[in-house]
């Protein structure tokens, strides 16, 4: 306590960026418990708390060179009030002077004034002039008093809006700030070389900082949050490239070369030619995998656009490389369903592959995992859980994880401890390419957008509650066709990601269930799948509705099954106004997968605009991108993109979508500053070094080089 009371005695004067703001004049114990709770615990994290608004006092004139009818500001000496209670309003009246005039100023009902004015002050007030019985007067204008020290008046009415907490306003958090900022020499150390400032346009880091929180005018403003936001987007994409550099560089891989034989061998298992996409998209991973770099490569494309054709092909390549390929899927109904895929290309091959249950236990587990620790075993399949857990491979040459419809960042970690296996992620969520840069910054990309041939079309409906029997009778005359439908039930609370569905969510598919097959389709088939069946049940009631045994399947939405029934030609969403877009393009995705034509009833009875906006989308295309970016569009960066929930240090003052050009220009900066310095040991990266630490703690091993 003593050493704190000495601290703030002395001023701010030996402050650092890692000093706490406990220590800062007119802070202290508790106000530091009150700053940590805003997420700020030292001066670096202070001169970052950036203001959410700016004011602009209008600069101070003199009393004699206000004009009637005009908005004015001026400083005077208060040399009497007045306050008349017996008026109706009451009115408290003051009369200001300075050295070239007197002003008579009035707040009506201003009883409240009595304890805020007193004579002798100092007052700035803002506000319109009129001429009232012959004098100068301004009525009900904003005002301050001013510290007669205060020499700089426009100071203490101009500046930044702090995001404040009801223990700390605004005011006491800029007066806290400001004078940190006459440090702003030795606290804001430049990061860049003058060349880069130039050609990026950009303002130094001192002024940047100094003004963002104190901005002279608009204009500098401005300059300070271009120049903030570059810093932002730049330490983010560092961390990429950094991280980036790492993966390559941590281990080696084995080499999976490519030759016309191992091709042709490849390309002879599937019944049909690649399209140019998948092409492509196989020559880009096989010139990864052919170094000795690991790859890291995202594979994006559509539900149904060839996907897992592409990884297989991958896995094949490893195997004629002599390593074994792991195939990971986030639950066992997918993982179980690449594994049939798969049997469908590899009958009568040498292949030795096995898929891995959560029921597979004993003695016949024991045996499986030695026969993959032996190498007796080309390709495993199981879920993330089971795969990353205890198994152990003898030459593990390619990873591919199917994310299906979620990112992860976390998993692509995990796997590569102790070896450095090729790694090829799939997902069926069309990326944006403001994500792209950033949630999967540090990964190459490739993507089908180009479905096989053959495939249907898909017609979009929405359907509305009085056109429901209409739907019904239509979808009766395809179950007598013998085709088969989806229903897919609503998530109707929000569910923590990972986790099974609510009770809630089960109640009402078991409901749509119940109705359809008493009262709707009862000369049909129909059956409820939903995540808390027992693995055994789903598996028999996926394999009912494979074989077209199950006519109408019900769902809960946690069920995105990649199901590849090209049978299967009607989806009905129920309250599909509660679906995002991407999640409603994802469910889309299970039909039209064969050649007849597939349809899509929406099912929503809503008035809300935003709701229909995106019923809209839905029924008028079919580009996953384009959807992906109306969704951005429609519901803003916030829900989609937590920086946070992909390792990445949150962003405070720059905006992926809105700032994308200069996203842009810094990761370019960034990489070119990862290929010439690696380690950021130059001396003139000190600064940025520091800076990343600060963000991403060592997860980016920068400290033991320190
Ligand atoms: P995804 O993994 O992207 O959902 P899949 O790889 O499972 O897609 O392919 C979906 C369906 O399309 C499968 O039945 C597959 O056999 C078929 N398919 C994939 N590529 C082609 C192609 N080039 N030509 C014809 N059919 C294809
Ligand atoms: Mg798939």
Request: glycine share 6%; net charge neutral.
């Amino acid at each position: 306590m003593q050493d704190v009371v000495q601290n703030q005695a002395q001023g701010n004067e030996s402050v650092t960026l890692s000093t706490s703001v406990q220590y800062l004049k007119g802070v202290g114990p508790a106000r530091a418990v009150v700053f940590e709770n805003l997420g700020v615990r030292t001066v670096a994290d202070l001169l970052e708390y950036f203001p959410r608004d700016w004011v602009f006092a209008p600069e101070a004139i003199k009393i004699g060179r206000m004009k009637p009818d005009e908005e004015a500001t001026i400083i005077g000496l208060v040399e009497s009030i007045d306050f008349r209670a017996y008026r109706r309003p009451a009115v408290f009246e003051a009369i200001v002077s300075d050295d070239t005039g007197t002003c008579r100023i009035v707040w009506f009902n201003g009883g409240y004034l009595r304890n805020q004015i007193q004579l002798g002050q100092f007052i700035l007030a803002s506000g319109k002039a009129a001429v009232y019985k012959h004098q100068l007067q301004m009525t009900n204008p904003k005002f301050m008093v001013l510290d007669e020290a205060q020499t700089e008046p426009q100071k203490q009415f101009s500046g930044g809006v702090y995001p404040a907490s009801g223990k700390l306003s605004s005011r006491q958090i800029k007066q806290i700030i400001l004078p940190v900022l006459d440090h702003l020499d030795t606290l804001a150390g430049e990061f860049y070389e003058e060349s880069v400032l130039k050609e990026n346009g950009l303002i130094g880091r001192k002024d940047a900082l100094a003004w963002i929180h104190m901005p002279p005018d608009e204009t500098r403003l401005n300059q300070a949050k271009r120049r903030l936001k570059y810093d932002e987007l730049f330490l983010m994409q560092l961390g990429l490239a950094l991280r980036r550099y790492r993966s390559q560089h941590a281990a080696k891989a084995t080499p999976c070369v490519m030759s016309d034989e191992i091709d042709s061998r490849i390309r002879r298992r599937f019944p049909f030619l690649f399209t140019d996409d998948q092409n492509a998209c196989i020559a880009e991973i096989a010139e990864d995998m052919g170094r000795t770099t690991p790859m890291n490569r995202l594979l994006q494309g559509d539900v149904g656009s060839g996907k897992t054709v592409v990884a297989l092909y991958a896995a094949l390549l490893a195997i004629a490389n002599k390593t074994q390929a792991a195939i990971m899927a986030p639950t066992e109904i997918l993982s179980s369903q690449h594994f049939l895929s798969m049997e469908r290309y590899l009958k009568d091959s040498q292949v030795r592959r096995v898929l891995i249950t959560g029921g597979m236990t004993g003695k016949k587990r024991d045996e499986i995992l030695a026969q993959i620790r032996l190498g007796e075993i080309d390709i495993v399949v199981g879920t993330v859980a089971l795969l990353q857990k205890d198994i152990e491979f003898r030459n593990l040459g390619l990873v591919v994880i199917d994310e299906q419809h979620k990112f992860g960042v976390h998993q692509r970690a995990e796997m590569r401890k102790d070896s450095a296996p090729h790694s090829l992620v799939m997902t069926a969520t069309p990326i944006p390419r403001t994500l792209a840069m950033t949630a999967f910054g540090d990964l190459d990309v490739s993507v089908i957008k180009q479905l096989p041939p053959g495939r249907g079309a898909v017609v979009t409906r929405w359907v509305d509650r009085k056109d429901r029997r209409k739907a019904y009778d239509f979808i009766r005359d395809r179950l007598r066709a013998k085709k088969q439908a989806y229903f897919v039930c609503p998530r109707i609370t929000a569910v923590e990601e990972g986790s099974q569905e609510t009770g809630k969510d089960i109640k009402a598919a078991t409901d749509t269930w119940k109705e359809l097959s008493e009262k709707v389709f009862p000369e049909f088939q129909v059956a409820l799948l939903h995540g808390q069946m027992p693995s055994a049940e789903k598996q028999r009631i996926m394999a009912g509705f494979r074989k077209g045994q199950i006519n109408v399947l019900v769902s809960t939405v946690v069920i995105e099954v990649g199901v590849d029934v090209p049978n299967a030609t009607i989806m009905v969403i129920e309250a599909a106004d509660r679906f995002g877009l991407a999640q409603l393009h994802q469910l889309r995705g299970r039909i039209g997968r064969g050649e007849s034509k597939s349809y899509c009833l929406l099912f929503a009875e809503t008035d809300n605009e935003v709701a229909k906006s995106r019923l809209d989308v839905m029924t008028k295309t079919h580009d996953g991108f384009e959807i992906a970016e109306q969704d951005l569009r429609i519901r803003g960066p916030g829900e989609m993109f937590s920086a946070r929930q992909h390792g990445l240090p949150d962003l405070k003052i720059a905006n992926i979508i809105d700032d994308y050009d200069l996203l842009v220009i810094a990761r370019r900066h960034a990489f070119q500053v990862v290929v010439s310095d690696p380690t950021l040991a130059q001396p003139e990266h000190r600064g940025i070094r520091r800076a990343l630490i600060a963000r991403f703690g060592n997860s980016l091993g920068l400290v033991d080089i320190a």
